[in-house]
């Protein structure tokens, strides 16, 4: 009686696990050279449009002008549609462009834009943003881009943004064992938090 | 892989009832464990691609994501009202904090307030209006349900009409005392199932006022019978930060505390010197305190000299169990440190004579001279109409009454629960059914709920507006604010400030038509009055955003007069109770911190924490002396029966020093027959076997007068608790050092 209960116990859970395994395995997270998958957002926003270099026809914005809360929050924050619509209220020349008329749809509902999550990590990790942008940028005097790019690769080039880095613990790790300075001037270095606790929290 | 954890906990289940033994319960967990880790996430980004961001079309400025911004409001778990801070996040509450700016808690919080996110999160709360079909509730919409109020109002007689009520004050009291006038009807009855109703009674005799402030700060000395002020009584938190000072006095001795009381309450466990003393004898005690003191030298007046002339202290020791020793270092006491205090709480109110026992305390008080001193008067309310209508149990036996006798057709039932909490011999739920229509505002689908014909969901206290005044005000008068802390859960519910506005606009459509909700209607009646309000210099809006930021809006009050009369020659305390041989014990409902009177039951977090003096979690249990439990073969675990004239109750004893041996103590709250997947089923209900005794004055439902026999009820359990090693093995390690309890002098400490 009991051996059959606990086969059938056992069964139904590899049958189940083997199931969902393979919803899992259907779309690979991390391929080989560790590009995310391309996600699929309400419009395309043209990063490369934005923050790219003038040379290559982009506005030069900063990073933090619309992802304002990278320095102030654990979260760099997606700019709120009003912020968009600050400055392309006064851009006459896109404002019959598809994306730009999507935009304004938004604006007048008074509707957020549901975009998609690009980069993500597990609910047991706990990434703080203000601590790396104060470090590098305001500490160190690193340009924003290449600062934000350590792990969001180069976004500048991109439209829709894709995950770039394999964001792993051993990748993070990889970052935290090197000297850092400590800031413009020093010569003193020091590493990133090596506690577990530093992240895992 | 939440199906193949379902199908495992359904086949371990069902090998339990088989009779299921341990090991092959650890093989089958360690497969379902396999499997788990088989199906398990593997990938750092899990979710690259189907969650969304955070985004807003407009933000404010002060929202930073995750980063929590603090709104204050006002905690609905009690009637205390205390002011809350709440941690807003991402437009969601995460955590309640006290206010600092509310004087009765000064930014601290009990462990019953911090479960009020649980309240709002509840996933039992009901979430549409429902109309009873057979023995199904219907959803309705909100129009539907408030013309059918509208109909069945208007086709019976206003005298037919009745409100039952917990405490309601502020605005909420207004619309509410506005709609009955419209209708013409003066029946609200307002029913507090546990409250000091008998010794506000006696209160309002002796000193003139109903809850006289109590400065336990400036008492040297405090004597409390029975009254639960750390743990459960009036307003605990205010309290315990008084009692802080008290023990603890900038300048000064330490303060010392006596508790004398039948059952230990947090409070005696606190105290220096905890006296049992036999159930009902407290205005014995009182009396002879004070015949000791004019003995040593007091000055007492004729007529209180010859009240309590013949309880010597022999006699008195005789009848209320505690030695002549300690009736005379307590009397030494009381006269060495002055000012004192002497409170009279539920456990000396609770029997038919609780009015007497109230009176010879409060007599004690005014022979030590604490009148004035440490018993202070409290501040007029200048906005009388907004003031707590505090509630008695004596209201639901009228409701009761009327009932049974066909005078309610409508009926209305807010804030109060009350097929649980009455007890059996009240019939209420055969009464109730002869009320044709009854609406029940509520949260949960309660036992009062089930019977209703009508059941209006109700916005949590955390996503609505109102004003409240508190009984019990710390210094000055306040008026509490409470306001949403985050969007509806529920697009269904409503307050019950916009249901009776709604309900008023049916009757005085001129009046209340301008008013779009009850926030319209409380931004604009607190305006209008600003200039009363503290808000004279101030133009509209910032006296209302000053007053939202601060929670609380504090008023201009004269202290009352205290002017009372206490006739000591009217005063006589009965004789200690008689032996009855069928019931030889005494019931002690016990109010716990957490659970009070059962209406936060559905809460885990309560139901979770252990209770202070057991560690008892999840159950109710049957406090017993571990002598008596001797005498009946009782051991802890053993399930036992506990029976009273009007009905039984089954639940784990449990043996605890901490009472006095003719007594038995069941905690109230437990027990509950709906109400949520964390409440029901889970314990047994005290309130049920109460017997029908009431207070010669007030009428009120004596609590402690119920007298039980207890049995063995044949099974025993393990009873969960966290009660550690303190009492049992400590394998050695000196961890917590234990003296027999007859080897401990805590008279040399006092």
């Keep these: 009686m009991y051996s059959f209960l606990r086969l059938s116990v056992l069964l139904v859970g590899l049958v189940v696990s083997a199931g969902s395994y393979a919803v899992k395995a259907a779309q690979p997270l991390t391929t080989a050279d560790d590009l995310g998958p391309n996600v699929e957002q309400p419009f395309e926003f043209p990063h490369d449009r934005h923050a790219g270099?003038?040379?290559?026809?982009?506005?030069?914005?900063?990073?933090?002008?619309?992802?304002?809360?990278?320095?102030?929050?654990?979260?760099?924050?997606?700019?709120?549609?009003?912020?968009?619509?600050?400055?392309?209220q006064n851009i006459e020349s896109v404002r019959e462009a598809p994306r730009i008329k999507k935009l304004f749809e938004y604006w007048d509902a008074k509707k957020a834009i549901p975009w998609k999550k690009v980069h993500d990590l597990p609910d047991f990790v706990r990434f703080n943003h203000e601590r790396h942008i104060q470090r590098f940028v305001f500490a160190q005097g690193k340009p924003v881009q290449e600062a934000c790019g350590y792990c969001h690769g180069d976004v500048k080039k991109m439209t829709v943004a894709r995950r770039q880095k394999p964001l792993s613990m051993g990748w993070c790790r990889s970052c935290h064992m090197k000297d850092h300075r400590i800031d413009a001037t020093s010569t003193k270095t020091s590493q990133g938090p090596n506690d577990c606790w530093q992240c895992h929290k | 892989m939440a199906r193949s954890q379902d199908k495992d906990f359904q086949e371990v289940s069902a090998?339990?009832?088989?009779?299921?033994?341990?090991?092959?319960?650890?093989?089958?967990?360690?497969?379902?464990?396999?499997?788990?880790?088989?199906?398990?996430?593997?990938?750092?980004?899990?979710?690259?691609?189907?969650?969304?961001?955070?985004?807003?079309?407009?933000?404010?400025?002060?929202?930073?994501?995750?980063?929590?911004?603090?709104?204050?409001?006002?905690?609905?778990?009690?009637?205390?009202?205390?002011?809350?801070?709440?941690?807003?996040?991402?437009?969601?509450?995460?955590?309640?904090?006290?206010?600092?700016?509310?004087?009765?808690?000064?930014?601290?919080?009990?462990?019953?307030?911090?479960?009020?996110?649980?309240?709002?999160?509840?996933?039992?709360?009901?979430?549409?209006?429902?109309?009873?079909?057979?023995?199904?509730g219907e959803a309705i919409t909100w129009e539907k349900a408030l013309e059918l109020?509208?109909?069945?109002?208007?086709?019976?007689?206003?005298?037919?009409?009745?409100?039952?009520?917990?405490?309601?004050?502020?605005?909420?009291?207004?619309?509410?005392?506005?709609?009955?006038?419209?209708?013409?009807?003066?029946?609200?009855?307002?029913?507090?199932?546990?409250?000091?109703?008998?010794?506000?009674?006696?209160?309002?005799?002796?000193?003139?006022?109903?809850?006289?402030?109590?400065?336990?700060?400036?008492?040297?000395?405090?004597?409390?019978?029975?009254?639960?002020?750390?743990?459960?009584?009036?307003?605990?938190?205010?309290?315990?930060?008084?009692?802080?000072?008290?023990?603890?006095?900038d300048n000064g001795e330490r303060g010392v505390l006596v508790q004398v009381e039948s059952k230990m309450t947090l409070t005696g466990a606190n105290a220096d010197r905890w006296l049992a003393i036999r159930p009902g004898t407290e205005?014995?005690?009182?009396?002879?305190?004070?015949?000791?003191?004019?003995?040593?030298?007091?000055?007492?007046?004729?007529?209180?000299?010859?009240?309590?002339?013949?309880?010597?202290?022999?006699?008195?020791?005789?009848?209320?169990?505690?030695?002549?020793?300690?009736?005379?270092?307590?009397?030494?006491?009381?006269?060495?440190?002055?000012?004192?205090?002497?409170?009279?709480?539920?456990?000396?109110?609770?029997y038919a004579h609780g009015s007497q026992n109230a009176a010879a305390i409060a007599l004690?008080?005014?022979?030590?001279?604490?009148v004035g001193q440490t018993v202070e008067a409290p501040s007029s309310v200048p906005f009388p109409q907004m003031a707590p209508s505090t509630g008695n149990s004596f209201a639901l036996?009228?409701?009761?009454?009327?009932?049974?006798?066909?005078?309610?057709?409508?009926?209305?039932?807010?804030?109060?629960?009350?097929?649980?909490?009455?007890?059996?011999?009240?019939?209420?739920?055969?009464?109730?059914?002869?009320?044709?229509?009854?609406?029940?505002?509520?949260?949960?689908?309660?036992?009062?709920?089930?019977?209703?014909?009508?059941?209006?969901?109700?916005?949590?206290?955390?996503?609505?507006?109102?004003?409240?005044?508190?009984?019990?005000?710390?210094?000055?008068?306040?008026?509490?604010?409470?306001?949403?802390?985050?969007?509806?859960?529920?697009?269904?519910?409503?307050?019950?400030?916009?249901?009776?506005?709604?309900?008023?606009?049916?009757?005085?459509?001129?009046?209340?038509n301008d008013y779009e909700d009850f926030y319209s209607y409380l931004r604009s009646a607190m305006v209008s009055n600003k200039d009363a309000l503290g808000g004279a210099d101030e133009d509209d809006d910032t006296f209302w955003e000053t007053a939202l930021s601060h929670g609380v809006v504090k008023l201009v009050g004269e202290p009352v007069d205290m002017t009372g009369s206490m006739s000591a020659a009217a005063l006589v305390v009965p004789a200690p109770f008689a032996e009855d041989a069928t019931y030889p014990l005494h019931l002690i409902p016990a109010v716990s911190a957490s659970m009070r009177d059962g209406r936060n039951a559905n809460e885990p977090w309560l139901q979770e924490s252990p209770d202070p003096l057991t560690t008892i979690v999840w159950d109710s249990w049957v406090e017993m002396h571990p002598k008596t439990a001797a005498k009946l073969g009782i051991v802890e675990g053993d399930i036992v029966e506990v029976a009273s004239k009007s009905g039984a109750i089954k639940a784990q004893a449990y043996l605890f020093p901490g009472i006095h041996p003719d007594v038995v103590s069941v905690p109230l709250g437990y027990g509950h027959e709906a109400m949520g997947r964390y409440a029901k089923g889970v314990g047994a209900?005290?309130?049920?076997?109460?017997?029908?005794?009431?207070?010669?004055?007030?009428?009120?439902?004596?609590?402690?007068?119920?007298?039980?026999?207890?049995?063995?009820?044949?099974?025993?359990?393990i009873i969960v608790k966290d009660e550690g090693p303190a009492g049992g093995s400590q394998m050695g390690r000196r961890i917590a050092l234990r003296i027999p309890s007859n080897k401990v002098n805590l008279s040399e400490e006092v």
């Design chain 2, 283 to 350: 205005g014995i005690l009182a009396l002879g305190l004070i015949n000791s003191l004019a003995a040593a030298g007091l000055p007492v007046s004729e007529d209180v000299a010859a009240a309590v002339g013949e309880y010597t202290s022999d006699r008195v020791s005789k009848d209320t169990g505690v030695s002549a020793e300690h009736i005379g270092k307590l009397a030494a006491l009381l006269k060495e440190r002055s000012p004192s205090l002497v409170i009279a709480g539920s456990a000396a109110e609770g």
């Design chain 1, 53 to 88: 270099d003038a040379a290559d026809g982009g506005m030069e914005i900063n990073c933090m002008y619309c992802h304002t809360y990278a320095r102030r929050s654990i979260v760099a924050g997606i700019p709120p549609v009003q912020k968009c619509i600050g400055c392309h």
């Design chain 2, 15 to 136: 090998m339990i009832e088989n009779g299921f033994n341990r090991r092959n319960f650890l093989k089958v967990l360690g497969w379902g464990g396999a499997t788990v880790a088989l199906s398990g996430c593997g990938n750092t980004s899990v979710e690259d691609g189907r969650e969304f961001v955070t985004s807003y079309a407009e933000t404010a400025d002060y929202i930073i994501p995750s980063i929590g911004t603090y709104f204050n409001s006002t905690c609905a778990q009690c009637d205390a009202g205390c002011g809350i801070m709440g941690r807003v996040r991402e437009g969601r509450v995460l955590k309640l904090e006290g206010n600092p700016e509310s004087p009765i808690n000064n930014g601290k919080m009990c462990g019953l307030g911090q479960a009020g996110v649980q309240a709002h999160y509840n996933p039992d709360r009901i979430r549409e209006p429902l109309l009873r079909n057979g023995d199904r």
């Design chain 2, 364 to 370: 004690l008080n005014q022979v030590l001279g604490n």
């Design chain 2, 149 to 249: 109020i509208n109909e069945k109002v208007g086709s019976v007689n206003p005298e037919n009409v009745a409100f039952l009520t917990g405490v309601v004050s502020g605005h909420v009291k207004a619309l509410l005392n506005n709609y009955l006038d419209a209708l013409g009807s003066g029946h609200h009855y307002v029913y507090e199932a546990v409250a000091p109703s008998v010794v506000r009674a006696s209160n309002k005799k002796a000193y003139g006022v109903e809850m006289p402030r109590l400065s336990l700060d400036k008492a040297k000395v405090i004597v409390s019978f029975g009254a639960d002020f750390l743990g459960a009584w009036v307003s605990p938190v205010h309290f315990s930060q008084q009692y802080a000072r008290f023990r603890k006095p």
């Design chain 2, 685 to 717: 209900n005290a309130f049920s076997i109460l017997d029908p005794v009431f207070d010669n004055e007030t009428g009120e439902l004596a609590m402690h007068e119920t007298r039980v026999k207890v049995t063995k009820a044949g099974q025993r359990v």
């Design chain 2, 397 to 512: 036996q009228s409701l009761s009454d009327d009932m049974a006798q066909d005078k309610v057709k409508v009926l209305f039932s807010y804030g109060a629960n009350p097929v649980f909490t009455a007890p059996a011999f009240f019939k209420l739920k055969e009464n109730l059914k002869k009320v044709p229509f009854k609406v029940v505002f509520a949260h949960y689908m309660d036992e009062t709920a089930v019977e209703a014909d009508l059941v209006l969901p109700l916005n949590s206290a955390l996503e609505d507006w109102a004003t409240l005044m508190p009984e019990y005000i710390a210094e000055g008068a306040q008026l509490n604010i409470r306001q949403p802390l985050m969007e509806k859960m529920y697009p269904g519910t409503l307050g019950v400030g916009d249901i009776l506005l709604a309900m008023l606009k049916q009757r005085r459509p001129d009046e209340y």
